[in-house]
């Protein structure tokens, strides 16, 4: 195959999926995971997709726009598996906790497993799916219904109903993105409402967010930075945006990344 060719095919998956994985592309195309970065160099510097850590997807987004689960799985991947060991040691056995939907907060149910008496309310799928199948037998796991939105959160009427007489020790809340002006935000207006029943349900608010996170703007905004008891993100969080989050929030947890460190040897 041409690398026209194959480049046209990668544009056409990330169209449709919302994502690629460089190690999945080379598989497919029988070729080296060099050859398939070069062609995401070029598609990206046509503009026709974002590049991520580990592959790539779909360009421009937008206060609306909402990538699948599957697209946001692989960015900032070394940056959430940090966030989600950190998060991961404020849970207790035995505790009641919400986790919400995110591919942070999945990343912190794989650490969550192994965790005794453990009861966990999620509105998100894979969540549920992660501790339903990995989880010890003494857990608890309780998952909202609800409308289903691209990021396979669970949202809306149902959703906020199911929450609503809850009463939790702890939310890990993953957000779409972080405003000095908007707070702590989303694309999608059900999930707001989702995500503000799950912050009123639970005695702290632990908010996951790596650095790519601050200056994006959701249309709708779930909380201000001042409602964060907690909020863990990675090393290559600005300076401005320290000097506000550290103003705004209760605590803030900076954690390295090993894909900060890898470079930084290099």
Same mark, same amino acid.
């Given at each position: 195959?041409?690398?026209r060719?194959?480049?046209?095919?990668?544009l056409?998956?990330?169209?449709?999926?919302?994502?690629?994985?460089?190690?999945?592309?080379?598989?497919?195309?029988?070729?080296?995971?060099m050859?398939?970065?070069?062609?995401?160099?070029?598609?990206?510097?046509?503009?026709?997709?974002?590049?991520v850590?580990?592959?790539?997807?779909i360009?421009g987004?937008?206060?609306?726009?909402?990538?699948?689960?599957?697209?946001?799985?692989?960015?900032?991947?070394?940056?959430?598996?940090a966030?989600?060991t950190?998060?991961?040691?404020?849970?207790?056995?035995g505790?009641a906790?919400?986790?919400?939907?995110?591919?942070? *907060?999945?990343?912190?149910?794989?650490?969550?497993? $192994?965790?005794?008496?453990?009861?966990? #309310? *999620?509105n998100s799928? &894979? #969540?549920?799916?992660?501790?339903?199948?990995?989880?010890? &037998?003494?857990?608890?796991?309780?998952?909202?219904?609800?409308?289903?939105?691209?990021?396979?959160?669970?949202?809306?009427p149902?959703?906020?109903?199911?929450?609503?007489?809850?009463?939790?020790?702890?939310?890990?809340?993953? #957000?779409h993105?972080?405003?000095?002006r908007?707070?702590?935000?989303?694309?999608?207006?059900?999930?707001?409402?989702?995500?503000r029943? /799950?912050?009123?349900a639970?005695?702290?608010?632990?908010? /996951?967010? $790596?650095?790519?996170?601050?200056?994006?703007?959701?249309?709708?905004?779930?909380?201000?930075?001042?409602?964060?008891?907690?909020?863990?993100?990675?090393?290559?969080?600005?300076?401005?945006?320290?000097?506000?989050?550290d103003?705004?929030?209760?605590?803030?947890?900076?954690?390295?990344?090993?894909?900060?460190?890898?470079?930084?040897?290099?």
């Amino acid at each position: 195959m041409l690398a026209r060719q194959r480049q046209a095919a990668i544009l056409e998956r990330v169209r449709s999926t919302g994502g690629v994985r460089v190690t999945e592309l080379a598989a497919e195309f029988g070729v080296s995971d060099m050859t398939i970065r070069r062609d995401l160099d070029t598609l990206h510097e046509q503009g026709l997709l974002a590049k991520v850590h580990g592959g790539a997807t779909i360009a421009g987004p937008s206060s609306t726009d909402e990538p699948g689960f599957r697209a946001k799985s692989v960015r900032q991947s070394a940056e959430k598996a940090a966030i989600a060991t950190r998060a991961a040691q404020l849970v207790q056995p035995g505790a009641a906790i919400a986790l919400s939907a995110g591919t942070t *907060t999945a990343e912190l149910a794989r650490r969550l497993v $192994d965790v005794p008496g453990l009861t966990v #309310v *999620t509105n998100s799928l &894979p #969540v549920a799916e992660i501790l339903h199948v990995g989880g010890r &037998p003494d857990q608890t796991v309780v998952l909202t219904g609800g409308l289903r939105t691209p990021s396979d959160a669970l949202v809306g009427p149902l959703a906020v109903s199911a929450i609503a007489s809850l009463h939790l020790d702890l939310l890990f809340l993953g #957000v779409h993105g972080i405003s000095g002006r908007a707070g702590f935000t989303t694309p999608n207006l059900m999930e707001a409402d989702t995500d503000r029943a /799950l912050v009123a349900a639970a005695d702290r608010l632990v908010v /996951l967010a $790596d650095h790519t996170k601050w200056g994006t703007v959701g249309i709708s905004s779930i909380v201000g930075l001042d409602a964060a008891n907690v909020l863990i993100t990675d090393d290559r969080l600005p300076p401005e945006a320290r000097r506000v989050l550290d103003e705004k929030v209760d605590e803030l947890m900076i954690v390295r990344s090993a894909g900060r460190a890898t470079e930084e040897a290099e």
